[in-house]
């Protein structure tokens, strides 16, 4: 069957992907954390993370013959509950908790002369359908630390020679759930520190900036002109 | 030349009449801002034309259209330069080498912190306009008391939440308080909340309309010294720029 599809959200466990793909070989893997403009579904909250609304409108929409649901360590808190929301809502959810913290994978998009946004979507699209890459290297010039945001345009402000932190590192690594590899950042780097407004890795985020003089940001949805001028200037001024 | 400020409420503009190379350039525009807009003159000093006008203005006459800008910033202009940078580089050279300067406006706080005469430290408040400016003009207006009436009041309401803290001044006068005294207590929580903001710096410099409200001077002074850096820093910071390129160092 062409049409059908499998949501996901976060990092979930490769086996239990790779179990799925043998089960639905033709089907279309959607990632359940991006926009796709979708109506709100009134379930969650008007002031609540966007990427939950978004997976939460975006499987009630889509309806995936399965959602593979990340619910540990690896995601969050909302991850499970919502989780438990599409169970209600009849569909097929498939929690995982993919914790392992042993084989890091060696970094290359993170740390390659791509630019930013390049990066963090490589790093994504390389969830479903890994592939190795091979890609010039360069100091970081600047940082950026945390989830990829729901505005991705917001990533073009920065230049080429900025590095990724956090989160995203972490994904690439193949760790999701790696505490240390998430806050580690290299304190002679100029850092934005970025969290999805009322997420809680806001509470590492603002934590993060203040240690490390980086500059910490939250953005609830897409970002305004003054949200851009501040990392603008963050960006000129350091 | 035209320097545009274009705050949300405000509009600062410095024109200059004396050209970068102290060349005489009392420009048509120059002569027709004096003319048009000679109501909103401020002053006039070091070959600097200085006028405040609203910010509304700027729409109904066309005035980005009808005047050559040489630099802009501001959410009512068609803005080329970053507000940041443009305080950055209004305040660069007046103040000490450790420093937190605030800009106060209208609808957004931002601060910039410098350490030995470099950049070290900014931040920027750039969605909620609920306890700046605006709110404070509108509350004068609501309860017909002049921003001259108010005095520092020892007490603050907590205005994290501009909505809130609306709310504490509907309740303190329903209890009796006069508008006066509640309106005040709500700008030393906007002062408190500044200074909070700020990263609790011993000193501040002021910019921004705050300046000339002596109520939130007075409760910002409650918690750090504070020197008064005026209304046209963002604007003196594009004509700086404008002279001698980006002055901070990185």
Redesign the interface.
């Known amino acids: 069957m062409i049409n059908e599809k499998i949501g996901f959200w976060g990092y979930p466990d490769p086996n239990v992907v790779e179990n799925i793909k043998q089960e639905y070989p033709n089907a279309e893997w959607v990632d359940l954390d991006i926009d796709f403009g979708y109506s709100d579904k009134s379930i969650l909250p008007e002031s609540y993370c966007k990427i939950i609304k978004n997976i939460i409108n975006n499987s009630l929409e889509i309806r995936p013959v399965k959602i593979i649901a990340p619910i540990g360590k690896d995601k969050c808190d909302s991850g499970w509950f919502a989780a438990q929301v599409l169970r209600d809502k009849g569909l097929d959810v498939i929690e995982t908790k993919y914790e392992q913290l042993t084989d890091r994978k060696e970094l290359v998009i993170s740390t390659s002369n791509l630019p930013l946004y390049d990066k963090v979507n490589t790093i994504m699209n390389n969830i479903i359908e890994p592939k190795k890459y091979d890609l010039p290297q360069v100091k970081a010039k600047f940082g950026f630390w945390g989830v990829p945001p729901n505005d991705l345009e917001l990533l073009r402000l920065f230049p080429d020679e900025t590095h990724v932190y956090g989160w995203t590192r972490c994904v690439e690594a193949g760790v999701p759930a790696d505490i240390e590899l998430e806050m580690f950042v290299e304190e002679d780097v100029p850092t934005v520190f970025y969290a999805q407004a009322f997420c809680s890795k806001a509470q590492l985020a603002k934590y993060l900036a203040d240690k490390y003089?980086g500059?910490?940001v939250d953005i609830d949805d897409y970002a305004?002109?003054?949200?851009k001028?501040?990392i603008?200037?963050?960006l000129?001024?350091? | 030349m035209i320097y545009l400020d274009a705050g949300t409420t405000y509009s600062k503009i410095i024109a200059t009449t004396v050209g970068v190379n102290d060349i005489l350039n009392t420009s048509e525009d120059v002569e027709n801002l004096r003319k048009n807009y000679g109501k909103f003159f401020i002053k006039s000093d070091g070959g600097k034309d200085y006028y405040i006008l609203p910010s509304t203005i700027l729409k109904t006459d066309n005035f980005t259209k009808n005047f050559e800008i040489k630099k802009c910033c501001g959410h009512m202009g068609i803005a080329d330069e970053n507000e940041i940078i443009a305080l950055a580089n209004g305040s660069k050279n007046i103040i000490d080498k450790d420093a937190t300067i605030l800009d106060l406006g209208s609808r957004d706080a931002k601060w910039i912190r410098f350490k030995d005469g470099k950049f070290h430290d900014m931040d920027w408040n750039t969605s909620c306009a609920s306890s700046t400016g605006a709110t404070v003009e509108m509350l004068l207006k609501f309860y017909n008391v002049s921003r001259e009436e108010l005095s520092f009041n020892e007490e603050k309401f907590a205005v994290t939440c501009g909505i809130f803290g609306l709310e504490k001044i509907m309740d303190d006068i329903s209890n009796g308080a006069k508008p006066v005294e509640a309106i005040s207590k709500f700008v030393h929580g906007i002062a408190y909340n500044a200074w909070n903001f700020a990263k609790k710096p011993e000193k501040i410099y002021l910019s921004g309309g705050f300046c000339e409200n002596k109520c939130f001077v007075d409760s910002l002074r409650y918690y750090c010294e504070v020197v008064l850096l005026g209304r046209f820093m963002l604007c003196e910071g594009l004509v700086n720029s404008d002279k001698e390129g980006e002055l901070f160092n990185a």
């Open positions: 003089n500059l910490y305004n002109n003054s949200i001028a501040k603008e200037a963050f000129r001024l350091r």
